[in-house]
């Protein structure tokens, strides 16, 4: 089964730190962009951060620029997101995608109609 799948949330306390994962399962994520988006509760979905296919563009949001980091290993057919110095208002389901021969940029991430494939959320809570 074509798939992504996101791992790594939980509960953190904050200024701490988590590192998601998002794998691809029955393809190979090197043609592909990923994006992570995440959804608080009662808001819309938001795009946090993203990796080109070849690595060479990453986008963060302003709200984490300097405390996230995305990164890829095509060998392992996964991207992560390294998130440090968490806030509570980092807390969210956070989602990755894929989107095929996406391309990001400093200012700019593909939109949501973009990707090609979406995993199912991991839940990251930050709260002490």
């Known amino acids: 089964q074509v798939q992504l799948v996101e791992s790594g949330g939980g509960l953190v306390q904050p200024g701490g730190s988590l590192r998601l994962s998002c794998t691809a399962s029955?393809?190979?994520?090197?043609?592909?962009?990923v994006g992570w988006f995440r959804q608080a509760p009662g808001k819309e979905r938001e795009g946090v951060s993203c990796?080109?296919?070849?690595?060479?563009?990453?986008y963060y949001a302003d709200s984490v620029k300097g405390r996230f980091s995305i990164f890829r290993d095509n060998a392992k057919n996964t991207a992560y997101l390294q998130m440090d110095s968490l806030k509570s208002d980092d807390t969210a389901v956070y989602y990755c995608?894929?989107?095929?021969?996406?391309?990001?940029?400093?200012?700019?991430?593909?939109?949501?109609?973009?990707?090609?494939?979406w995993g199912q959320g991991t839940q990251v809570t930050v709260s002490s």
């Open positions: 995608a894929a989107d095929l021969f996406g391309e990001c940029h400093a200012d700019s991430m593909p939109p949501r109609r973009d990707y090609d494939y």
């Open positions: 990796i080109s296919h070849s690595s060479d563009g990453t």
């Open positions: 029955q393809f190979t994520l090197d043609y592909y962009s």
